[in-house]
């Protein structure tokens, strides 16, 4: 690549939070990560997709006007980032233990507990704006899972991939839950810098459009037992 191609590069992310990103040695990629992949290409880049912390991605975002990522847009974003194009919607609900008896059938019976989210994600902002009353924001969803696992943590308020995934404990060991209620339902974006450039917006709308004529954006989401976004 020439210094010239290298400036033009747009710096593309995604948060590591599984299902939806995994590193290289995992072998699956995830369904954000490969969407993204897919994306970048076809607007002219190399395809490489940065996996970082959420926290990282938002600052990238925030601070680079020539960089993009995929975020769920919320209320408390939305002025933030320039929102290129729906992905998926997701839920974000509540999880527990299997064996637990907390009730987490609706948000009234829940909102007492003791709740774990993932820090700076649309969880925490839901679970802010829906009142609950004992937010523990954490900086990874395996962090949350072990305060659960060790009695901590009462539920968790996690998106839908999480919820299904049923994320992995150490040593091998691993812990079922349950599910509750839905709390929201939120829409994942292609989203940047609100000084990303038009143009730019527009080849990314024009890219996730032709994958969805040819089918590879929703090969790419059966593959991860996603439904296209509405």
Sequence with gaps: MTPAAALAETDVFVGNIAPYSYPPEHGERGVLFELMHELALRTGLS????????GRELE???NNP???GVLARVPDREVHYRWVAPLLRERVLLVTRADSPVDISTLRAAR???LGVLLGGPAESVARRSGF???EATTSVGNNVRKLAAGRLDALLVMGGVAAAEEALPAG??????EGAVIEYTD????GNP???PASVRKWQAALKAMQRDGSYQRILGRYHFAPAK
């Excluded at 395809?47 to 959420?54: A, K, R, S």
């Excluded at 994942?188 to 989203?191: E, F, H, S």
């Design 47 to 54: 395809g490489e997709v940065q996996i970082v912390p959420l």
């Design 60 to 62: 990238f975002l925030r």
């Design 66 to 68: 020539d960089a993009l």
């Design 112 to 114: 007492g507990l003791r």
């Design 133 to 135: 009353e004992h937010v």
């Design 173 to 178: 060991q691993s812990l079922s839950w349950r």
């Design 188 to 191: 994942i974006y292609v989203a």
């Design 195 to 197: 000084g990303f450039a």
